[in-house]
């Protein structure tokens, strides 16, 4: 082994035991990562050196595919199988002197790096490290649109999916005029005002120019299970309902990790 080839393999082990990363068995390509990126941030576009930036205003990037031999996984205890890495790249734009205001955005973009991650492995079957946060709050899915809409517009429409939703009184809800219903099993199904909405739920990224509109109702389903111990049937239904409120909103339909959800196994995180 040459002396580059070495200095590479002890980088690499470091990135695979230190960094926040994506293992893969195989490599999508550079255009379908483009594609899934696109689902977190419409704005994703291909970078340099063989790089995605997926944060074009913060400047958050996907780094080229790395490939580990069996030899360079197990010294740096990765999982075997995944032998294709990618890693993400946080830079940030505040100024130098701002030392609180660059930690504040580093660690934002420390975490929708970890939010990319672990979505890009929902999507392409891989592993992420570090698990999300949200991965322990129940799983939901949250449907966002310009049109004002209430329980009775769009109440129809869920119960195809979810049986037994009746009214439920929620006082915190209620008092920002949030609408509530629940089946025995304690599945749920909100719709949130335009003021509630915008005050408290933090559009992502994923709805592109939406996120920034003046005018935005969300309708959000859940279950009482965390995201990462779900049944996955209960979340493909979950993922059923929301994306037929989608089509009955012309709304989006967004995952716990700020991803827009095109199938209803994209809920599916265990």
Known sequence: MGLLAGQ???RLVHDLRSHMRLLLRADPGR???????????????????????????????LTRPSTADPGTAAEAQAPP???????????????PLDLSGLQREKQK???SGILLLNGLAIRLGGVAWPPAKVASDPLQATVYTPRPVTGADILGVIRQYIDGLVP?????LGSIGVGSWRTPDGRQAEVWPERATLMLMHPPAALGEWRFSDHLYAIVLRLTDPASQADPDAARAIGRAALAVAAATGGTCVDPLGFRVLKPDDLVMR
């Open 31 to 61: 255009e379908q990562m483009v594609e899934l990126a696109r689902l977190f941030d419409p704005d994703a576009r291909p970078a340099g050196a063989g790089r995605i930036c997926v944060d074009v205003h913060r400047q958050l990037y």
């Open 109 to 111: 973009l420390q975490e």
């Open 8 to 10: 590479r393999r002890r």
């Open 168 to 172: 439920h009184e929620d006082v915190s």
């Open 81 to 95: 199988g995944l032998p294709v890495a990618y890693f993400v790249q946080v830079q940030g734009r505040s100024a």
